[in-house]
């Protein structure tokens, strides 16, 4: 339903707004070192990231792009993920 999605999608940019300025001033989630923190969120995001959240739509969230790909690029992520590629247009859920 298009109510809900959109709800899910404003749910995330919520969420997103406070992951963003947490690491307005850090590398990573806790600090200059990757750690289960980085891990756990940028698991729940490969999703989002590769199938919603299209440029447009992080747009504002320049700090999580830049710790997302940077995360998703090393070597022992790309050992259990693969390569994620980021979301050119939004696929919509479908009906």
């Known amino acids: ?23 307005s001033d850090k590398k990573y989630l806790v600090g200059e070192r990757i750690t289960l923190a980085d891990i756990a969120v940028v ?5 989002p990231m590769k199938l919603v959240c299209d440029a447009k739509y992080l747009k504002p969230y320049g700090n999580i792009v830049r710790w997302f790909t940077d ?25």
């Open 1 to 23: 339903n298009d109510a809900a999605y959109a709800k899910a999608k404003k749910d995330l940019a919520a969420a997103l707004t406070i992951l963003d300025k947490q690491l």
């Open 43 to 47: 698991s729940a995001l490969i999703y």
């Open 71 to 95: 995360c998703v690029g090393q070597a022992e992520f790309k050992a259990v993920i693969g390569d994620v590629v980021m979301c050119k247009k939004e696929i919509p859920a479908k009906q």
